[in-house]
């Protein structure tokens, strides 16, 4: 599997192959309910939850990771007909690093030249501003998931 550097140490981005999306899943579960499940209701925590199960919901996914060795500890999924970014998600340890801004600019870089949207949740806002993501529209709620429509778009 073909592999970008992310840094000059052992992290390594690349696309995952269908055998590491449940780790994919897996880490996005832990990542949501530490960082993102206390800025929702139950109800939210419950939409999220069943999204990682929703074979329906979850086709049509690209998934890149960046891995420490064998470890994955930061993932991206995008739905490529829509260029939407579903999931992103870094491990807790893994923050601080800038493993999600290497990242989430290499899935740029594959759609160079496209508009890439997203919906933040309240604790990815900051993060998204920062890699050159522009809200589109105000905070959402829908299911219990508050979320804030953004788009980023090459200058």
């Known amino acids: 599997m073909e592999c ?39 109800e939210g925590t419950e939409s999220f939850r069943k999204t990682l199960h929703d074979p329906v919901y979850l086709s049509g996914l690209d998934y890149y990771g960046t891995f420490d060795e ?15 970014i579903c999931f992103m998600f870094v491990d807790g340890s893994y923050h601080r ?5 290497r990242l989430i600019r290499h ?31 105000e905070e959402k709620t829908v299911d219990g998931i508050r979320f804030t429509p953004m788009k980023y778009s090459e200058k």
Do not use: M, Q
């Not at 064998?70 to 939407?84: F, P």
């Open 4 to 42: 970008t550097f992310a840094t000059k140490s052992s992290f390594c981005i690349r696309k995952l192959t269908k055998t590491e999306i449940p780790e994919a899943h897996s880490l996005a579960w832990k990542v949501f309910c530490e960082y993102e499940s206390p800025d929702y209701s139950a």
């Open 70 to 84: 064998s470890k994955l500890v930061a993932l991206c999924a995008i739905r490529v007909e829509k260029r939407h």
């Open 97 to 101: 690093r800038g493993l999600g801004s």
């Open 107 to 137: 899935v740029l870089n594959e759609y160079k030249g496209e508009a890439v949207t997203l919906n933040s949740s309240p604790y990815g806002l900051p993060f998204y501003k920062a890699v050159g993501f522009v809200a589109t529209d």
